[in-house]
Nanobody, 115 residues
Framework: QVQLVESGGGLVQPGGSLRLSCAAS????????MGWYRQAPGKQRELVAR???????NYADSVKGRFTISRDNAKNTVVLQMNSLKPEDTAVYYC?????????WGKGTLVTVSS
């Protein structure tokens, strides 16, 4: 079993920054990708950013140039640095880990961008 613990959500003003962290623990053999998804009220869950074991990344067009994803393979952690936040970034952000043996989700952390 794999557990994901997220931290770092909260309330921030437009233009501000937040840093989300996710730590994976448990029976982890080989992680393929680590990433962040988000779901706004009334919308489907969408990919925000993803990073592969080799370090290559994918970003949603809406966050390119503002968000940066990074990972520490030794600690099985993934971090999403979010800058220049906009009200439309408001959502529940979910950590995702895909590894040999399954695909796992965190419980989610709420990010609210509002003045």
């Amino acid at each position: 079993q794999v557990q994901l613990v997220e931290s770092g959500g909260g309330l921030v003003q437009p233009g501000g920054s937040l840093r989300l962290s996710c730590a994976a623990s448990g029976f982890i053999f080989s992680i393929n990708t680590m990433g962040w998804y988000r779901q706004a009220p009334g919308k489907q869950r969408e990919l925000v950013a993803r990073i592969r074991s080799g370090g290559s990344t994918n970003y949603a067009d809406s966050v390119k140039g503002r968000f940066t994803i990074s990972r520490d393979n030794a600690k099985n952690t993934v971090v999403l640095q979010m800058n220049s936040l906009k009200p439309e970034d408001t959502a529940v952000y979910y950590c995702n880990v895909n590894l040999v043996g399954g695909n796992y989700w965190g419980k989610g952390t709420l990010v609210t961008v509002s003045s």
